[in-house]
């Protein structure tokens, strides 16, 4: 099987939830990082548009992170999302998290630190060429700006995140209150997989598919707001998701 490209913000949530399907279900890339802004080129130039991931592989170009897993899931025979009514919540719950959590923790989250000019940098350099890291040190003011404008951070913008965020952990948190182990029931699909990487930004899971700064360097408002995420049954499992699955890799028809 060729090795596919997928470029990718490195520290971005919907990158993770494609990066941890593609390692899953053993489907070889190589990633290619870049810094915001910038990276629109580079997504536009594969025949993609300016968000990412964008996955391109022999094939075409896949260009959503949900069009990523269900690539991943042929791979490994439909188990990633399993089948019948398991593969029908997977997708519906999959749906969910995209559309009213990845939105909310990366807003929420950026708020805290866009005015942390080397830590927002830092975030994005490793593996992104040294000439895209100076632009993007350089230009960091005007890009902070596009940043805050495109997704509409500001205090009252957090605010209305933080509170959806808190939402779909209270889903989460009463849907696993019968003991499940798994979003929707005894096994690891594209619902949990989805689940973990879009709540990570308020989480800080140590085996994030991306380095992130420790707990301890972030400010004391985002660190008391991780501390609250994390202290649910929701943060709780993404945790566990985390240390237990995200190293796992699937046998090919298993």
Request: overall charge positive; proline content about 6%.
């Amino acid at each position: 099987m060729p090795t596919y490209r997928l470029i990718t913000l490195g520290p971005s949530h919907y990158c993770e939830k494609a990066r941890w399907a593609l390692a899953r279900c053993r489907v070889p890339f190589r990633e290619e990082p870049h810094v915001p802004l910038i990276h629109s080129a580079h997504t536009r130039k594969a025949g993609g548009r300016r968000s990412v991931p964008v996955l391109v592989t022999d094939s075409g170009t896949f260009a959503d992170s949900t069009d990523i897993l269900e690539l991943c899931d042929r791979q490994v025979s439909g188990a990633l999302y399993g089948s019948g009514e398991t593969r029908r919540q997977a997708r519906d719950l999959e749906e969910y998290f995209d559309e009213k959590l990845g939105p909310h923790t990366r807003r929420l989250v950026y708020f805290h630190v866009l005015d942390e000019k080397q830590l927002v940098v830092d975030l994005f350099a490793p593996g992104v060429s040294r000439s895209e890291r100076t632009a993007f040190d350089l230009g960091f003011v005007a890009i902070r700006g596009l940043m805050r404008k495109g997704m509409k951070i500001d205090r009252a913008g957090a605010a209305r995140s933080r509170e959806q965020a808190l939402a779909v952990f209270r889903d989460v948190s009463a849907r696993i209150s019968d003991g499940r182990r798994y979003l929707t029931g005894d096994r690891f699909t594209a619902a949990d997989l989805t689940f973990a990487s879009l709540a990570a930004p308020v989480i800080l899971p140590p085996e994030y598919g991306w380095p992130l700064p420790p707990l301890s360097s972030l400010g004391a408002p985002l660190q008391s707001e991780v501390r609250h995420f994390r202290d649910s049954p929701a943060g709780e499992l993404v945790l566990r998701l985390y240390r237990e699955e995200r190293g796992q890799v699937l046998a090919i028809g298993e």
